[in-house]
């Protein structure tokens, strides 16, 4: 309460748990009442009035408990002077979360873990809120249904549409954020994106009624939701849809603390929210640095890792499959033109850079300046 719903509106909210029933409801004095229930598995559900779909899930056991695919480094990889230079610049003194409110920072150097540190009262085992990252999440989600052969880039999944902007959408463009979905990304009003997650509870079929125009770049959270019903729509059955990212991607990682919170009716909501500890985050962006292998299996198509990191028309080299580019240096001037990255409000960060075998970890409450801090650390790294 205090750390992430001190500000803004949140601070006029008032809030009622309910133990037994595992709920917790909010409103702003007396109206507007919402109500997250808590399912096992798969975190919260946000109802819009009633529980009408009565979504359970039972997950699946991870059986495939793996080491480590780092090693931790003791000796002076980092000096401690760029350790105190890194610190200063990622965290508040004392490791509080208090002004530049960073949660943990996570480095991975080829295959060595060079720095990992969390803010008080955080650790390896708390679970950490990414956002928007959970929209690479879905990236890799189609990857390997992709290499599994149950979806491809071209298909057009709205091709009976009358409408042929509509129709003549691939998913190619879906992941590219290219779909010419008529949509409001703004969260400070009543608008597409927040009538989506907190006033909806079938977001895909909500999505899908709204207009397609022509194609071009334009961010959109609606649109990452659409990619989520396509891909439930490769399953027979819900329960096959919810255990999928389980098993096929959290449990393949060995991640320890993972899940995506889904809407009302069962449907992952990939555009917001997933949570995984700062060591689960960092084996995702491993999982890219691979080019989508893992430990000898190829979960992914390196052909798609490939694809992630081509530059969606229209984006200016900002964009690419679901994952941000910094083509020229666009985005982060000082770091490096190959990095790709996952990108979160609030500033959560995994940046992945190939040429220097290093992916970078941020989780945290507020934004930091991330060029310096990519400076600092890529030079370290390199000298």
Not at 45 to 55: A, N, W
Not at 310 to 337: C, M, T, V
Request: hydrophobic share 35%.
């Amino acid at each position: 309460m205090q750390e992430d719903l001190s500000g803004g509106l949140f601070s006029l909210a008032s809030f009622t748990i309910d133990e037994k029933s595992k709920s917790v409801s909010s409103s702003f004095f007396g109206i507007s009442k919402k109500t997250a229930v808590y399912r096992n598995g798969l975190g919260c559900i946000l109802l819009k009035g009633k529980d009408d779909y009565h979504v359970v899930f039972t997950a699946t056991p991870d059986s495939n408990k793996q080491a480590l695919p780092w090693q931790y480094v003791t000796t002076s990889s980092l000096s401690r002077e760029a350790k105190n230079k890194i610190d200063t610049l990622a965290f508040d003194e004392s490791f509080s979360v208090s002004n530049k409110k960073t949660r943990a920072l996570l480095i991975l150097h080829k295959d060595k873990m060079i720095y990992e540190q969390y803010a008080n009262g955080i650790s390896r085992n708390t679970p950490l809120l990414g956002w928007s990252m959970t929209k690479s999440v879905i990236s890799a989600c189609a990857g390997i249904l992709a290499k599994k052969g149950q979806l491809s880039l071209d298909e057009r999944p709205f091709n009976t549409s009358s409408d042929p902007y509509k129709s003549n959408t691939t998913l190619k463009d879906l992941l590219q954020m290219r779909s010419g979905l008529d949509w409001e990304e703004n969260y400070n009003q009543y608008s597409s994106a927040t009538k989506m997650l907190f006033d909806s509870d079938n977001v895909f079929e909500q999505i899908k009624k709204l207009s397609f125009g022509e194609k071009h770049w334009e961010y959109s959270s609606g649109t990452t939701n659409l990619i989520s019903g396509i891909l439930k729509s490769k399953f027979n059955t819900s329960k096959a849809y919810l255990t999928f990212p389980h098993t096929a991607l959290f449990h393949a990682l060995d991640l320890q603390h993972a899940w995506i919170e889904p809407d009302e009716s069962g449907t992952y909501l990939g555009s917001s929210y997933m949570y995984a500890t700062g060591q689960d985050w960092l084996k995702l962006g491993r999982l890219f640095l691979k080019k989508g292998n893992w430990q000898g299996t190829q979960l992914i198509d390196s052909s798609w890792i490939d694809f992630v990191q081509l530059e969606a028309p229209g984006s200016q080299g900002r964009y690419g499959g679901h994952f941000w580019l910094n083509k020229n240096g666009i985005s982060y001037p000082d770091a490096p033109h190959d990095m790709f990255t996952m990108d979160g409000y609030q500033g959560q960060l995994v940046a992945i850079c190939p040429t220097q075998e290093l992916v970078i970890v941020r989780l945290g409450l507020a934004d930091i300046d991330f060029n310096q801090l990519l400076k600092t650390i890529i030079n370290e790294v390199e000298n």
